[in-house]
């Protein structure tokens, strides 16, 4: 029985399938009368989009968080949001820590699958930096969005209770709101919006960024240099982040930003392009954008965060290494070469693959949904950011979400996992065991493009 389980239970599945489960835990969990406001009834089937939608990180919803369910609800959406932000397998080291128990070889596997890394050197000094990264960050947040909530809320308690679940929404880029508009009542206060975006691009970046960072500054090795992956991460992030602020300016100066102040179009400039990239709240109503500005934010929520982050879609590197490839192709290159470092070709590979396994399951996704929602009268437009958003584990919509029926709900709830785990990860999980071939065939030449 045990070979047969070690046969079929690979550490990619036992991943996917842990991540699973702890979606049906919590939506039973959101499920229960206690996590409800008085008089307020709630579905099984909302409960579990909600749940999905927490543990993936993502953000979309088809209730109103702050008028559907208790404080204990809240805490278990809470719960639920940050398991899904710093991973499965960051808590249960955690938890193997404080029992004393030793990482064996299987565990670390587990790690290594869930946090998207490549040796086992360091994993568990990884997970502990991870958490207390994560949680040191989250707290300040809290406190500093607390303090200064003292003037929008009457009480303190409300303030931090605010303030808290903000700067956990904000860092694991879920999404979420408890404020019923999410930052919409905000979209004036620039700190407010600075403090958020700061939270979401620290939660983005990578937690492997931010322990180099943390390693940087501590000065404990002098002579510490910054990883290749580091190096394209940062680049590739912060890149992208300007090219979308630029755009977005551009885009909206003759329809949304017409009337307003310049400082006013450049943190709606700003705030969008850092949500969009998975961190999912809003100071506005994106549907009020132009059609171009909508696909070009679907085109920013499919890139994403970083590998090993709190995001979605197909990950920065995918981004770089797909155009350095095409860089070099273009200069009549075969190797790929940047910062004085050469790519590996099996990370070539896989950056097409995730490119193209994302696209071919998205268009898929819109077919699905735009036949099943074909006599609700919803737009393509509004399906297409939907479904980006669902993949890239955003949370932005152009609130259509409620409206949709369970079939097409369920197909969000399955990008969102995929988007979650990753498709590298969902890959290995379904892949065979790679067997060796005693034989090959003569190679023939066939024409591409």
Not at 11 to 35: D, E, N, Q, T
Not at 134 to 142: D, N, P, V, Y
Not at 214 to 235: D, E, G, M, V, W
């Amino acid at each position: 029985m045990k070979l047969g389980m070690s046969k079929y239970l690979t550490p990619f599945r036992v991943i996917i399938i842990s991540y699973i489960l702890s979606m049906f835990v919590f939506s039973f969990l959101l499920y229960l009368p206690i996590s409800h406001q008085q008089g307020v009834d709630v579905t099984y089937a909302e409960a579990l989009f909600t749940s999905v939608s927490a543990v993936s990180v993502t953000g979309l919803t088809v209730v109103n968080v702050s008028e559907t369910y208790s404080f204990t609800g809240v805490i278990f959406l809470s719960l639920a949001i940050q398991l899904g932000g710093i991973g499965i397998m960051t808590l249960g080291t955690f938890i193997w820590m404080i029992f004393g128990r030793k990482i064996n070889l299987s565990q670390r596997m587990l790690i290594m699958i869930d946090q998207n890394q490549i040796n086992f050197s360091g994993l568990v000094n990884l997970m502990r930096g991870i958490l207390l990264v994560a949680l040191i960050i989250e707290l300040i947040g809290a406190l500093i969005l607390g303090i200064y909530f003292l003037n929008y809320f009457d009480s303190a308690y409300e303030a931090f209770y605010q303030g808290a679940f903000a700067s956990l929404s904000a860092f694991t880029n879920a999404g979420f709101d408890i404020t019923g508009e999410s930052l919409i009542p905000f979209a004036n206060d620039y700190y407010v919006q600075f403090i958020v975006i700061l939270l979401i691009m620290a939660g983005a970046i990578g937690f492997p960024v931010l322990l180099e960072v943390r390693a940087y500054f501590s000065k404990k090795h002098p002579n510490f240099k910054f990883s290749l992956f580091t190096k394209i991460t940062t680049t590739t992030y912060f890149f992208v982040f300007v090219v979308g602020v630029l755009m977005i300016w551009a885009l909206e100066s003759g329809n949304y930003y017409v009337g307003l102040e310049w400082h006013q179009q450049l943190f709606y400039s700003v705030f969008n392009s850092a949500t969009a990239r998975s961190g999912g709240l809003a100071t506005m109503d994106v549907s009020e954008l132009s059609v171009a500005t909508l696909l070009f934010i679907s085109g920013l929520m499919i890139i994403g965060a970083s590998p090993s982050s709190v995001g979605g879609g197909i990950r920065t590197t995918t981004l770089a290494v797909m155009f350095l490839t095409i860089r070099s192709f273009a200069l009549g290159k075969t190797d790929v070469k940047v910062f004085g470092r050469e790519i590996h070709p099996e990370d070539k590979q896989k950056a097409f693959i995730v490119l193209s396994v994302f696209l071919v399951l998205l268009f898929s996704a819109t077919i699905l949904i735009a036949a099943f929602e074909n006599s609700n009268n919803i737009s393509l437009l509004a399906i297409i950011f939907e479904t980006s958003s669902a993949f890239g584990t955003c949370g932005l919509s152009m609130g259509i979400t409620s409206n949709l029926s369970f079939p097409s709900q369920a197909v969000l709830m399955v990008l969102m996992f995929i988007g979650r785990v990753g498709l590298v990860a969902f890959l290995f999980s379904i892949r065979k065991k790679e067997t060796k071939s005693f034989y090959k065939y003569p190679t023939e030449r066939i024409i591409i493009g």
